[in-house]
């Protein structure tokens, strides 16, 4: 098995995608430390790895402080002797739109999200340079982050800055030979699947059926099962060299999300001006505009949500 001996934190792994990373990182070998802040589906997913012949404990705690970043920490290393892996996952929603969005929904959501992943990547990183260990450190955003979406202020904010953090850590990591990386998810889980865009896929997974190829392919929609995998590859030591990615995975669907870059550049002796973006810098930001939200194909008419 590939990640036979590490030690890995997966955190808000009791449900959803986290459970998924947690369980595919147990098969791979590696011994689990499970986070989340519901004690019960903690300890389900606890067992659920330990019946299948794995190894893991439960930390039941709300990431966001250092306080449980270094919780994390201490269990992996106090249970299992050491720390290889750091999965940054819990997440929740507080959807409004920036009028109705208050200060409180803002702050939850950057607070589990950003700080969360930063305060948890900080005490993993510490451990891995103390102790001269190559760790893996994978890091959740989302297609909110890459490209906005209504209704998202908070988690846009999050999510984008996740990735910002990303690229920043790949260049502080490098020496130390700790890999970071950004994974962008799209799967069913309790988060996704009140959408009624995906009302189709989601009724077949929970029929037992696969989910129609027009959502595994055009749509990357799958199941959490489908990330798993890629999150235990970045986790490995095959993984080496790579990092300060954006990797996008969902259904049938592997993406490398490119990072910002100019798409164009002009230059004005002196500068551009009032006076000059009126005459010359007008035409070229009209001329070069980004599209901004995702872009959806539109489904087939048979996998239209009922009205
Ligand atoms: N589902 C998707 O399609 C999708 C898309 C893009 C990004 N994501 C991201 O993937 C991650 C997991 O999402 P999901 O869809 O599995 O969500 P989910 O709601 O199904 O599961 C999230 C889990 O995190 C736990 N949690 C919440 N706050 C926590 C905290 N402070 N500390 C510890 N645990 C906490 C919850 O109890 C829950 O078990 C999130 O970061 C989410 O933003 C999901």
């Known amino acids: 098995m590939s990640l036979e001996g590490k030690v890995a934190i997966v955190t808000g792994s009791g449900a959803g995608l986290g459970l998924a990373y ?15 802040i519901n004690e019960e589906v903690a300890q389900a997913a606890v067992a659920s790895i330990t019946s299948a ?3 893991a404990v439960a930390v039941v705690a709300p990431v966001g402080s250092s306080e449980t970043a270094q919780q994390l920490v201490d269990a992996a290393v106090e249970t299992f002797g050491g720390l290889d892996i750091l999965v940054n996952n819990a997440g929740i929603l507080r959807d409004k739109s920036l009028l109705k969005m208050t200060d409180d929904d803002f702050d939850a959501v950057i607070g589990v999200h950003l700080r969360g992943t930063f305060t948890c990547v900080r005490a993993a990183f510490e451990y891995f340079k103390t102790n001269g260990v190559a760790g893996r450190i994978v890091c959740i ?7 906005g979406n209504f209704g ?8 984008a800055g996740i990735v910002g953090m990303v690229r920043t850590w790949a260049l502080e990591m490098k020496k130390a030979g700790v890999s970071v990386n950004a994974v962008i998810p799209v799967a069913a889980t309790a988060m996704t699947k009140t959408v009624p865009f995906f009302q189709k896929a989601v009724e077949a997974d929970e029929r037992g059926e696969a989910m129609p190829d027009f959502f595994r392919k055009e749509l990357g929609f799958g199941t959490a099962a489908d990330v798993a995998g890629v999150i235990a ?3 490995s030591d095959a993984a080496e060299g790579i990092t300060g990615q954006a990797v996008g995975v969902g259904g049938d669907r592997l993406q490398v999300w490119s990072h910002p870059e100019p798409v164009v550049q002009e230059f004005h002796d002196g500068g551009w001006d009032y ?3 009126q005459s010359e810098g007008k035409a070229i930001l009209e001329g070069n505009k980004q599209s901004v939200g995702e872009r959806f194909p ?4 048979e996998l239209q949500p009922d009205a």
């Open 22 to 36: 947690a369980q595919e990182l147990a098969r791979q070998g590696a011994k689990i430390v499970i986070n989340d």
């Open 53 to 55: 012949g794995g190894e």
């Open 141 to 147: 955003g989302s297609p909110t982050g890459q490209r």
């Open 152 to 159: 998202q202020t908070n988690y846009a904010a999050a999510k």
């Open 233 to 235: 590859f970045l986790s």
């Open 275 to 277: 006076a000059t973006m």
């Open 298 to 301: 539109e489904l087939p008419a």
